[in-house]
């Protein structure tokens, strides 16, 4: 019940173009969802993050789009650019103090000039 | 402000040794967790610690463990090395209360030879 489940696992996308990757959930008790981008040789950088009380949001060329009930959430990228090439990662905490975050396992996208 | 800081960014031991990892968070940021990231398991939560005191610890054996000073720098220890455990070491910062958000910094590659 603690899993995230990240698709697609690679994603190639034209220069341009919009990126999108899934992710979805069973446990009910979580209530901060985060996406990170990874280069390769860095640590994880938060790029956006949402609640279960919004449904989007949107920073920039990055958008968060979450459905409660489907128990699913997604993250936009749009005018895809090479230098968005990158891993990325969702993830999810469950309510209350502690801040263990449960990861999806990841999509390599590749954005080609 | 600085970014969160780990040291050393790259350690290679052998099989039954032990190895130390030290963490330095954000200015100001009290809480600080640590990351196990590999090719099969991806990001995987080790423990989290707040006020010098652990809050919450993943599914790893003994041979992990940690601590937090009272300057919240954190350090983590592996005792009676395998070569499983191999990886990219992330620790992430937060401000702790109140704040969800984390923060991570470059990690430690740990080669078990």
């Known amino acids: 019940q603690q899993q995230v489940k990240q698709s697609p696992q690679s994603l190639i996308v034209q220069k341009g173009g919009i990126s999108i990757i899934n992710c979805a959930y069973e446990?009910?008790?979580?209530?901060?969802f985060p996406w990170y981008q990874q280069f390769p040789g860095k640590g994880p950088a938060l790029l956006i993050a949402?609640?279960?009380?919004?449904s989007e949001k949107k920073e920039g060329r990055f958008t968060i789009s979450f459905n409660k009930s489907a128990k699913q959430f997604s993250l936009h990228i749009m005018d895809s650019q090479p230098g968005d090439s990158a891993t990325y990662f969702c993830?999810?905490?469950?309510?209350?103090?502690?801040?263990?975050?449960?990861f999806g396992s990841g999509t390599q996208l590749t954005v080609l000039p | 402000k600085a970014g969160v800081t780990q040291t050393p960014r790259y350690l290679i031991k052998t099989r039954g040794q032990q190895v130390t990892l030290s963490c330095s968070p954000i200015?100001?940021?009290?809480?600080v967790s640590w990351y196990q990231q590999t090719p099969g398991q991806g990001l995987q939560f080790l423990f989290e610690?707040?006020?010098?005191?652990?809050?919450n610890k993943g599914n790893f054996p003994g041979r992990f463990s940690g601590r937090q000073f009272s300057n919240s720098r954190s350090e983590m220890n592996v005792s009676t090395l395998e070569l499983g455990d191999s990886a990219l070491y992330l620790c992430?910062?937060?401000?702790?209360?109140?704040?969800?958000?984390?923060?991570f910094g470059p990690g430690t590659r740990l080669t078990v030879l």
């Open positions: 992430a910062s937060s401000m702790g209360q109140g704040s969800d958000t984390q923060y």
């Open positions: 446990n009910t008790a979580f209530d901060y």
């Open positions: 949402i609640r279960p009380d919004v």
């Open positions: 993830a999810a905490k469950n309510s209350g103090s502690a801040r263990q975050l449960t």
């Open positions: 200015s100001g940021h009290r809480s």
């Open positions: 610690y707040f006020s010098e005191t652990q809050r």
